[in-house]
């Protein structure tokens, strides 16, 4: 490889618009395999921190990965700064979660396609397990937020170690048996899952939150789950009704609604508002990690810990008790 080159092509992004990426001729990237193993690590780029988290796990020693996108940050609403599309080019590998989650990085994802592995970990997902909303707010398009049901959350492991044992045959077994050792925590977390949210009694199952990110996690935990806003938190157009939701609320004496750490609480306070006008207090009942996760270095920076936090969160509130 033209190293030179690479160079020179990197310092002339650095003062272009991000529009004119595809400028950028296609000769110099994908690094050969004898490249990688002289390096050690493969540089990668994670969008969401779940992501990089997973990518963390299944590459491990022979990964070097960075999420885009911290803690608070809303991946519907992202968009690149022109030092994100310098990393992005970068590096030797990309992973995003998929499914128009990151609705505003079709572009540059596209543009980097042309020259490195750009791997979408929910294209592991068998189609017939993603979730079609009822309503059109998201065009048509399944619930991007599938890492809320563990077992779906799986076959992303499996997606990422086949991404990886492609451009790194030589680790393959080890991307493999990270993979596989991963699966087994998904399984001991979605037992856990399964155990918490029985203690709610039934009538109370009901999840609101600020936007719909828990379809999975209701599909799979049997909660009926009502988002403000739609799937994604770009459509003004999906917000419904504060009214309706509040009547709800109150005809199964839920006793608490749920703010996201990564959007705006506003949203949910008013239906709050709308309850206590009827009468009925419903409790905050705590910040869940939906879209994005915790501080790095904590439990929740991480996706079996913020899983865990937000599984205890809801049934602690929902039973009005401590979780076990
Ligand atoms: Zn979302």
Redo the contacts with the bound molecule.
């Keep these: 490889m033209n190293l030179e080159l690479a160079r020179g092509t990197r310092i002339s992004s650095r003062m272009r618009p991000i529009v004119a990426l595809g400028a950028i001729p296609a000769m110099m990237h994908w690094r050969t395999a004898a490249a990688l193993a002289q390096d050690g690590q493969l540089q990668g780029i994670a969008t969401t921190g779940q992501v990089g988290d997973l990518i963390r796990i299944i590459g491990a020693d022979y990964v070097d990965i960075r999420a885009l996108m911290g803690p608070g940050v809303d991946p519907?609403l992202f968009r690149a700064s022109e030092q994100d599309v310098i990393d992005l080019i970068d590096s030797d590998i990309i992973f995003y979660s998929g499914l128009f989650l990151e609705g505003n990085l079709g572009e540059v994802l596209e543009q980097a396609e042309n020259r490195i592995p750009v791997t979408a970990v929910s294209a592991g997902v068998p189609e017939d397990e993603l979730i079609q909303p009822e309503d059109d707010a998201f065009y048509g398009n399944p619930d991007p937020?599938f890492w809320f049901d563990p077992t779906l959350w799986s076959f992303a492991a499996d997606e990422a170690a086949r991404a990886l044992s492609e451009i790194d045959g030589d680790h393959a077994d080890a991307y493999v048996a990270n993979a596989e050792s991963y699966k087994a925590q998904l399984i001991e977390l979605d037992e856990y899952a399964v155990a918490q949210f029985s203690r709610i009694p039934e009538q109370s199952r009901v999840l609101v939150t600020a936007?719909d990110?828990f379809g999975y996690l209701g599909r799979r935990y049997g909660l009926d789950v009502v988002g403000l806003q739609g799937?994604?938190?770009a459509t003004e157009a999906g917000v419904r009704d504060v009214q309706s939701i509040a009547d709800l609320l109150v005809a199964n004496e839920v006793r608490a609604i749920f703010v996201e750490t990564s959007v705006p609480e506003r949203t949910i306070e008013s239906v709050q508002v709308a309850a206590s006008d009827r009468g009925w207090e419903v409790a905050i009942g705590g910040s869940l990690y939906?879209?994005a996760m915790g501080d790095e270095g904590t439990d929740e920076g991480t996706y079996l810990g913020m899983m865990r936090y937000d599984i205890d969160t809801i049934v602690a509130s929902l039973i009005g008790g401590e979780a076990e």
């Design positions: 519907h937020h936007h990110a799937i994604s938190t939906s879209d």
